[in-house]
């Protein structure tokens, strides 16, 4: 049974630059979640999507949207990319709400 | 306002000393505490999850309890692989997000 899984592994942007984080959820589970994660912190929470509406959102700029899709994937989207959204991006995959699976991340590197 | 700290930030022990890590939390409505273990540059994994005070779990050298103001993850005879940063999080009741402590980084010395 696959876990959650999330490409590109790294990713190296430039400031301004705009990307797409992609994340398939663990097989059975219907519910996404991103976080951000500096380094040595623990994950901020960016959104979570469900039945393709983002459900619950948490402290971020409108420049991070994300997106669903009837499989359940979901894509997350960083527009006018900052220094300071240097991070690792993690995914998690749940259902009913309960306990949230982790993908391995990406971690971008804005420059 | 929710809350989650861990403590200490970095526990450096000898191979079979056992210990404890704690984490405080302050949520009004606990829906769930639940315990990770991170690797370096990798998601977190899923260890345990605890609901209600004096819930217990455990798993090989690792047991999670749970009071109504804290939890400790107590480590029994620690081995080198268990070295990682072990993080906690809560999620309150009618509200979807984890809130994370920022983690406790262990070292298992030889």
């Known amino acids: 049974d696959a876990g959650v899984t999330q490409s590109p592994t790294h990713l190296i942007k430039t400031r301004g630059q705009q990307v797409t984080l992609r994340c398939s959820p663990k097989?059975?589970?219907?519910?996404v979640s991103w976080y951000q994660q500096a380094l040595g912190q623990g994950p901020q929470f960016i959104f979570q999507?469900?039945?393709?509406?983002?459900?619950q959102r948490g402290n971020f700029p409108d420049r991070f949207s994300g997106h669903q899709f009837p499989n359940y994937s979901s894509e997350l989207n960083v527009n006018a990319l900052l220094l300071g959204d240097s991070a690792l991006y993690l995914c998690?995959?749940?259902?009913?709400?309960?306990?949230?699976?982790f993908g391995p991340g990406t971690r971008l590197t804005v420059l | 306002e929710d809350q989650v700290t861990q403590s200490p930030e970095a526990l450096r022990l000898q191979e079979g000393e056992s210990s404890s890590l704690n984490c405080s939390y302050t949520?009004?409505?606990?829906?769930?505490l639940f315990w990770y273990r991170q690797d370096p540059g990798k998601g977190p994994e899923f260890l345990f999850t605890?609901?209600?005070?004096?819930e217990e779990k455990e798993k090989e050298r690792l047991k999670a309890t749970l009071t109504k103001k804290e939890s400790f993850l107590h480590i029994t005879a620690p081995k080198p692989e268990d070295s990682a940063t072990y993080l906690c999080?809560?999620?309150?009741?009618?509200?979807?997000?984890?809130?994370w402590g920022a983690g406790t980084k262990l070292i298992i010395k030889p």
């Open positions: 999080a809560v999620r309150r009741d009618s509200n979807y997000q984890l809130i």
């Open positions: 949520v009004s409505g606990l829906r769930g």
């Open positions: 605890l609901y209600s005070a004096g």
């Open positions: 097989s059975g589970h219907d519910t």
């Open positions: 999507y469900y039945e393709e509406e983002e459900r």
């Open positions: 998690a995959s749940s259902v009913l709400t309960d306990t949230q699976y």
